[in-house]
């Protein structure tokens, strides 16, 4: 028997010709140390967490600095890394002062309630209630007090 015919292990620990898997790729684990400020260092490791496992295996304050350092090995992860979160654009002040009184349609709300929920600088808020009610889409019940017109 020719010593060729034989297959050797893989890596990944399977005997055999078998199709590559994400067991079969070694990644190689890298020990770091970071200092600083607890946040700073908690920072740092947050950062590469988005595209490597982590393992903190020591973490310490130095009487001395009050400075922290933690130790932890890392490794590339097998699978792809999180997308960026995108966050989308806030609404335009007319749609986010027409939503807060649609669910309550009919029911009068104060100017600062209408500004805690939309979360509009007072100025913004004043111009865009009054646009709405010269379009006839919000009521001014009086001075401070609107609701949306059924």
Same mark, same amino acid.
């Given at each position: 028997?020719?010593?060729?015919?034989?297959?050797?292990?893989?890596?990944?620990?399977?005997?055999?010709?078998? *199709?590559?898997?994400?067991?079969?790729?070694?990644?190689?684990?890298?020990?770091?140390?970071?200092?600083?400020?607890?946040?700073?260092?908690?920072?740092?490791?947050?950062?590469?967490?988005?595209?490597?496992?982590?393992?903190?295996?020591?973490?310490?304050?130095? *009487?001395?600095?009050?400075?922290?350092?933690?130790?932890?090995?890392?490794?590339?992860?097998?699978?792809?890394?999180?997308?960026?979160?995108?966050?989308?654009?806030?609404?335009? *002040?007319?749609?986010?002062?027409?939503?807060?009184?649609?669910? *309550?349609?009919?029911?009068?709300?104060?100017?600062?309630?209408?500004?805690?929920?939309?979360?509009?600088?007072?100025?913004?808020?004043?111009?865009?209630?009054?646009?709405?009610?010269?379009?006839?889409?919000?009521?001014?019940?009086?001075?401070?007090?609107?609701?949306?017109?059924?």
């Amino acid at each position: 028997m020719d010593s060729t015919d034989l297959q050797p292990p893989c890596n990944c620990g399977a005997l055999g010709d078998h *199709p590559r898997n994400p067991n079969c790729a070694h990644t190689s684990i890298v020990e770091l140390e970071v200092a600083g400020r607890r946040s700073s260092c908690l920072e740092v490791i947050g950062f590469l967490r988005t595209g490597y496992d982590v393992d903190i295996t020591h973490e310490w304050q130095d *009487p001395a600095t009050e400075e922290w350092a933690f130790k932890f090995h890392t490794y590339r992860k097998l699978m792809p890394p999180l997308p960026a979160v995108t966050v989308p654009e806030p609404p335009a *002040p007319d749609i986010a002062v027409l939503a807060c009184l649609t669910d *309550p349609l009919g029911v009068e709300m104060s100017d600062n309630d209408l500004h805690l929920l939309t979360g509009l600088d007072p100025a913004t808020l004043a111009d865009t209630l009054t646009t709405l009610v010269n379009m006839g889409e919000v009521e001014r019940v009086r001075p401070g007090l609107y609701r949306k017109n059924a």
